[in-house]
């Protein structure tokens, strides 16, 4: 499926017009998508609360160090090997606690895709670790969900401030809510917008 599909586009615009000024600005982005499964979350885990850059870093730094990103690979790192990748203590602490999760059947990945999102976001959230951000962006770049917008996510809610001249968290909520059923096409696009004003390119970042 593709998010940015035309209707999805079309669709957006016809709800909210400022969301043609951001396209004919910026262009469109491309639609970051990643395999579903355990190693993606670990990647989303590492870009909490970071920049993008920094959690590339330490993403690599694992790739490198494990070359295969699994369960039982993540729980051979000690406090001290994970801290050599550049991941924090409380993140490693994190990684470990999905980790185990995954391997006592805790928490089960395979046919998320099937169920709605709500469901997902409780299954995903009984982990330490995992928030409704880490949730509802696994479900926008690997389940491919087509109405998610990351309430939690700073750079978002900055975008939408400032283009709609709005303040508080809550406006911006209630403006999110508006875009359904298009909310993941908006979050892409708010999330182009928002680099693209501060001329960062991160595309190499998403490979």
Partial sequence: MLILSSPSISGLVAIEPIFKVVIEKHGLPDAWIRDEGFATLCRIILEQQVSLESAFSAWRQLQTKLNEITPYSILSLDQQQ??????????ARYLHALSNAV????????????KQPQEVIDHLTQVTGIGPWTAQVYLIFALRSPDIYPKGDVALNNAVKKLWNIQSSEEVYLKSESWAPYRTTASFLLWHHYLSERGRDVSHLYD
Avoid: T
């Fill in 82 to 91: 994970m801290k050599a990748c550049y991941v924090s203590r409380q993140k």
């Fill in 103 to 114: 391997i006592n059947g805790d928490l089960i990945l395979d046919y998320l895709s099937e």
